[in-house]
């Protein structure tokens, strides 16, 4: 199943991230530690991506860790994200995750690297959040 609320020229592959995530980053972790959807300054500052002209979208795939999805048959997992305009990811929730384990926030853990196309909307980039399912069949995670 494609990324929810996003639109998806590129093809979305499963990469396992180089570089780490940027020190400013705010991941949280699952449903168990769930948290309100961060200070309220994000709500101003981000746009829900169903606003936009174009939503955030990934340049070249998810950044996941595939040793960690390898050994599932299959799993999904629903995360919400906050994208800049500069295209990173400021934060990332997980929201769900099938079937329920801690493996889902251990495959996520590289997702804050993940280059972002940022959202757009009047031709000008925006920071943007947006609700996105990773779904894997075991051969790959889309």
Known sequence: ?????ADTDAP????????????????VPSEPM?????????????TPA????????PEL?????EDVLAPLPHGSMLVQLWVSAE????????????????WALRALAPLPGTPMRPGV??????AATLVVELVSDNERFR
């Open 1 to 5: 199943m494609p990324p929810a609320h």
């Open 12 to 27: 979305v592959r499963t990469q396992v991230a180089e570089a780490s995530p940027s020190q400013d980053t705010d991941f």
């Open 34 to 46: 769930h948290q309100p959807a961060g200070p309220q300054w994000l709500a101003g500052r981000y």
């Open 50 to 57: 169903d606003k936009l002209d174009q939503s955030p979208r």
């Open 61 to 65: 795939g998810w950044f996941l860790d």
């Open 87 to 102: 295209g990173r990811i400021d934060r990332a929730e997980l929201l769900r995750a099938e079937p329920p384990g801690d």
């Open 121 to 126: 909307r009047d031709g000008h980039p925006v």
